[in-house]
């Protein structure tokens, strides 16, 4: 007998120009040696340029989606990406709370960087009711954080406010992402865990406009390391070094934000029998 292989899910809309969405979700987990399962909630027309169209999936394909997995795979971690608009919300948190998928990491995505809203304006109410009390982990990026806390967050102690009052609104573990931040040589994030514990997780700020799927890359390696077992504040460390490798060792693809390399490696990581 063979050991059972670590299985993972992502809640999440499809990108076809391959970089955001469900296609990173799948290439980071498999690229951290996790297999990964999709629930697909939305379908994209895209690629690096924007969002040309979506369109939101039908409750009922979105429910069969979940018991599929449910009733046959043993799923230990769980992510959401883009979740469009309220019955879509509304489909996922009925369905997560159904199944046992293990911890959720919550990626509240709402814009992308082409401009194109990915959630609807009225369901950032259904995300902060009815999801954010559901996540072990929630990474909002600072535009994110400041829709869902009402405020202005413009400084370093801003992102340290909107976490707390992330974590007052029911997410366990915040983490609130400096990718926008106005920092030119250093992206910095910030963490606050359940325990009251915090740090900043800092990595060089690479000029590049390949930073497509950054959010997604990074929710998705937090969920891979959470189904291995590893502590949050670890899944959370070894995120960002993952997606600080991914967007370093860049790729050439496509004529607008370019998508991260995914093949990318942490120095200093051994790779050998991780299967
Ligand atoms: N130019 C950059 N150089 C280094 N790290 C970056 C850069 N841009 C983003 N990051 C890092 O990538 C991670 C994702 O942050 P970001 O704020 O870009 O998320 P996001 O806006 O949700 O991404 P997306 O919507 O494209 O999926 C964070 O750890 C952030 O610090
Ligand atoms: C489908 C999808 N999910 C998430 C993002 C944000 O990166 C995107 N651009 N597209």
């Given at each position: 007998m063979i050991n059972e292989t670590i299985q993972a899910l992502t809640i999440a809309g499809t990108d076809s120009g391959g970089g955001a969405g469900v296609m990173a979700d799948i290439k980071t987990m498999q690229a951290r040696y996790v297999f990964s399962a999709a629930v697909v909630v939305a379908v994209t027309a895209q690629n690096t340029i924007g969002v040309a169209d979506f369109m939101a999936m039908p409750k009922q394909l979105i429910d069969e989606q979940f018991k599929a997995v449910a009733d046959d795979l043993k799923i230990r971690a769980a992510k959401t990406g883009m979740l469009a608009d309220v019955p879509t919300v509304k489909a996922v948190v009925e369905n997560i709370k159904q199944y046992d998928l293990g911890p959720l990491t919550v990626d509240?995505?709402?814009?992308?960087?082409?401009?194109?809203?990915?959630?609807?304006?009225?369901a950032i109410q259904t995300v902060k009711q009815e999801l954010l009390p559901l996540a072990t982990v929630l990474t909002p990026n600072l535009p994110e954080a400041a829709e869902l806390t009402g405020m202005t967050i413009q400084s370093a102690d801003d992102m340290l406010v909107a976490s707390k009052q992330l974590q007052v609104l029911g997410a366990k573990n915040v983490l609130v992402k400096?990718?926008?931040?106005?920092?030119?040589n250093e992206s910095a994030d910030f963490v606050l865990l359940e325990d009251g514990n915090s740090f900043w997780l800092t990595s060089p700020r690479v000029?590049?406009?390949?930073?497509?799927?950054t959010g997604d890359t990074l929710s998705s390696c937090i969920t891979a390391e959470l189904a291995k077992g590893q502590s949050v504040e670890e899944a959370i460390r070894i995120g960002k070094q993952y997606v600080s490798a991914t967007i370093s060792q860049g790729i050439q693809v496509g004529h607008g934000h370019g998508p991260l390399n995914h093949w990318a490696r942490v120095e200093g990581e051994n790779n050998d029998n991780k299967i």
């Open positions: 509240p995505v709402m814009i992308a960087k082409g401009g194109a809203r990915l959630l609807s304006e009225d400096g990718g926008h931040g106005s920092s030119n000029e590049t406009n390949r930073t497509h799927g």
